[in-house]
């Protein structure tokens, strides 16, 4: 279940940090937005960054609170909560009944064939995560619009084998080798995007992507000399703006949300 948790910090990078640290999960485990950025008031007053982290869980009962550490110009020893048993991201878990490739097997098949697909299924386990190759006669059914159909069944896939099993796992669907292709097409539209950003000399928007597919179009361009990135919008139509010149953030325009996006 994708969950999330909001924190305050006296900038973004601490509220961030706290959170990964109330959670006990790493950075590449969630997916951050900027609600509030830090600001400085009058008469040396400060707002505090505020941060929502997601997360997937299969506690129902996870906490969803706000933390607000004290904002001083000397800051102050932040008292430390109890110690939490950490949780160990990216190990492979006891499996009860059967093996855990069978199970994932058994799961996927099942709900193929309630689809009415005839689709192979092939698994590799790895030291931190299991990946399913998927192959069909037409994989473009598994596949979907800019890969949607193939996010759902791997969501559905990791909800379910998480809740059976003691342990976490992280499982990976692909079908025809998709992700890879998309990721190479995702790197080079961001390339030739920000080479019309340096023609034109403004800001170019991409279209609408998810949390995976932006963080792609990030990663190709943040060494870039002459453009930097950041996102706009909210949930299903959340976009990377290509900015001309270094250092740019939504914040930078009056007309843009307060939005961005760490890698």
């Known amino acids: 279940m994708l969950k999330s948790i909001e924190m305050q910090g006296r900038t973004e990078d601490e509220a961030i940090e706290l959170a990964l640290e109330k959670l006990g999960l ?7 937005e900027v609600i509030e950025t830090a600001k400085s008031g009058l008469f040396g007053r400060k707002t505090p960054a505020t941060v929502k982290v997601e997360y997937e869980s299969d506690d ?30 990216y190990r492979h878990p006891s499996v009860v009944d059967g093996g855990l490739t069978v199970k994932i097997d058994s799961y996927l098949n099942g709900l193929f064939d309630h689809m009415g697909l005839e689709v192979g299924v092939e698994i590799t386990e790895n030291d931190d995560s299991v990946n399913v190759a998927l192959s069909a006669s037409d994989p473009g059914v598994l596949i979907g619009r800019r890969g949607e159909t193939l996010d759902a069944l791997q969501l559905l896939t990791n909800y379910s084998i998480n809740r059976s099993v003691s342990g976490r796992v992280k499982i990976y669907l692909d079908a025809e080798n998709y992700r890879a292709r998309r990721s190479e097409s995702l790197e080079s539209l961001a390339l030739r995007t920000a080479s019309k950003v340096m023609k034109y000399r403004r800001n170019l928007t991409l279209d609408p992507m998810n949390a995976y597919e932006r963080h792609i179009i990030h990663a190709a361009l943040q060494d870039h000399a002459h453009v930097s990135t950041f996102s706009v919008g909210n949930d299903a139509n959340r976009r990377v703006v290509i900015a001309y010149g270094q250092g740019k953030t939504a914040g930078d325009r009056s007309d843009s949300p307060q939005y961005k996006e760490w890698n």
Do not use: H, I, M, Y
Not at 72 to 82: C, F, G, L, N, T
């Open 26 to 32: 790493s950075r590449d485990d969630v997916s951050v």
């Open 60 to 89: 129902e009962d996870a906490d969803v609170s706000v933390s607000k550490p004290t904002l001083k110009d000397e800051p102050k020893k932040r008292e430390v909560a109890a110690p939490q048993k950490r949780k160990t991201a």
